[in-house]
């Protein structure tokens, strides 16, 4: 059996050991948008075992943070092997940059590629006017 590349192991042990990171929002004095686009996510569904495929957008109006985006590259690689609901997926990853850059406002859409002739495609909004407490 041949050894897995060093390259290969150094990528898992950066995706397994990553945080979200942040950092201050240069241009606080504007109102502007900050828009991403993953289009290789990949999750487990927790019922099947089978993967499942989307792009994810988010779009989100900094205050006082951004996010570092190799940070997000690697924190979006973390559910490549977890077994997750869409619904579920699409609600924590705000959950978890609400949390880190307590944005203006935030969406997320998660547009997942068919499976069993099922489009699904699952939207959270937030915005600090509007955020249940």
Known sequence: MKKTPKIEQRGIKEIRESKLERFPNRNAHRKYSIEFTCPE???????TGFPDFATIFIKYSPDKWCVEL?????????????????????????????????????????DFTVRGNIHTVVSVQHSKSSSKD
């Open 41 to 47: 996510f990949t999750c487990v569904c927790p019922k």
């Open 70 to 110: 190799k940070s997000l590259k690697l924190y979006i690689n973390k559910f490549r092997d977890m077994g997750v609901y869409h619904e579920d997926v699409t609600n924590i990853i705000a959950d978890d940059l609400i949390k880190l850059l307590d944005p203006s406002e935030i969406d997320i859409v998660a």
